[in-house]
């Protein structure tokens, strides 16, 4: 079964964790220094937070597929949509590695749709990073309208974003 994934950005990361635990009434199920995520079973959803960008509120929103089929399911219906569908494959981000497919909304909202492969120490890959390979494998720099990912220059190189 499918779980609803949204990420926000937000200002004062401990504030927002005490905040959503509340709200949801359980502790984030990952948090580090950076971020934070709820794997909620009721409401299904995977509710995540971050303070790695300067633009507040909404960064994107996604489906998590369970398996490759889930996955390879959700990716039929993007291309049916007939916008421009971005592949990436064991993607490392949010501490984790995984399989990715993203689209823009009408409205030029972001929608990640993944399947988790394993879970990483970093937030992003920063070999790759430091090989010169593209360090936004979160998601598509040319899409971005988050400053969490924004057009690679030799100014911003160290920056990353999330799923």
């Not at 909404?58 to 421009?84: C, F, M, R, S, V």
């Not at 990436?88 to 409205?107: E, G, L, V």
């Amino acid at each position: 079964m499918k779980r609803l994934h949204i990420h926000l950005s937000v200002d004062n990361l401990e504030k927002n964790i005490s905040f959503y635990s509340t709200l949801f009434g359980c502790e984030p199920t990952v948090k580090h220094d950076d971020y934070a995520k709820w794997m909620l079973d009721d409401p299904r959803v995977n509710f995540a937070i971050s303070n790695r960008s300067q633009q507040l509120g909404l960064d994107h929103l996604g489906l998590q597929a369970e398996n490759e089929q889930e996955l390879a399911a959700i990716k039929q219906q993007l291309d049916a949509t007939q916008a421009p569908v971005e592949a990436q494959q064991d993607a490392a981000c949010c501490y984790a590695r995984s399989d990715k497919y993203w689209i823009t909304d009408p409205q030029g909202i972001a929608w990640e749709s993944f399947h988790s492969l394993s879970e990483i120490p970093t937030f992003n890959d920063a070999k790759a990073v430091s090989d010169g390979e593209n360090p936004f494998a979160c998601r598509p720099a040319e899409k971005s309208t988050s400053s969490c990912c924004p057009s690679p220059t030799p100014e911003n190189t160290d920056s990353s974003c999330c799923g």
